[in-house]
């Protein structure tokens, strides 16, 4: 199984979701070892809860330079393969993109390449969607590289966008419709092929 680490911010609802595919035989390549938040999130509550380790590497409060340090030595430290980025807040430090290459995933609320970059993340991008009046909107997973939200779509799922929506109801559509699904289908695939690279 390839061991994995998934970077979180808020409260783990998309971690919640790995865990329960990975506890359902649903992710049969991947062992989540290791949640790692950047902030005080409750997020590290459910990985206890589920018994996995969890990591508080305060990113303001030790500046840029010294998480990513921190950040890179962690991953090292617990022989991490995989990294997912389940509502992961912070841009990730230049040395962890480069020592995981086509290693990270990250889950984006919407179909990219629409609403999707910088200043795009959490309800800001279901208000644009709203606001700019489109019916289908959904979530993709894609590879992580140094431009946000720019690396190659692994996979993605349409969701209606439904009259009188707010931008509260349409995220918790998006997550239960779409980035609960595609986020352990997609860590599953890129473990597979981790797998099949050591063979």
């Known amino acids: 199984m ?5 970077l979180v911010s808020g409260g783990g609802t998309n971690l919640e979701a790995l865990l329960a595919a990975e506890e359902h035989g649903l992710m049969p390549s991947v062992h989540i070892d290791l949640v790692v938040a950047d902030r005080e999130a409750y997020a590290l509550e ?3 809860n589920h018994g996995r ?17 921190k950040l890179m030595e962690t991953l090292r430290e617990n022989g991490i393969q995989l990294v997912i980025l389940a509502g992961f807040l912070s841009i990730l430090p230049q040395s ?11 889950i984006h609320p919407s179909l990219i390449p629409s609403f999707c970059g910088k200043g795009f993340y959490g309800l800001k991008v279901h208000e644009a969607a709203l606001e700019r009046g489109v019916r289908i909107t959904g979530a993709t997973v894609h590879l992580v590289n ?6 190659r779509i692994l996979i993605q799922k349409a969701v209606e966008v ?3 929506d707010t931008p509260e109801v349409l995220q918790k559509r998006v997550m239960e419709e779409a980035e609960w699904k595609i986020l352990p289908e997609a860590a599953e695939m890129i473990a597979e092929e981790i797998e099949n690279e050591s063979r």
């Open 2 to 6: 390839v061991r994995t680490a998934v």
């Open 46 to 48: 459910r990985a206890r």
């Open 53 to 69: 380790k969890g990591v508080l590497i305060d990113r303001k409060a030790l500046g840029m330079r010294r998480f990513s340090e």
């Open 96 to 106: 962890v993109v480069d020592g995981y290459r086509d290693r990270i995933i990250n």
């Open 146 to 151: 140094e431009i946000p939200d720019g690396g």
């Open 162 to 164: 439904r009259e009188g």
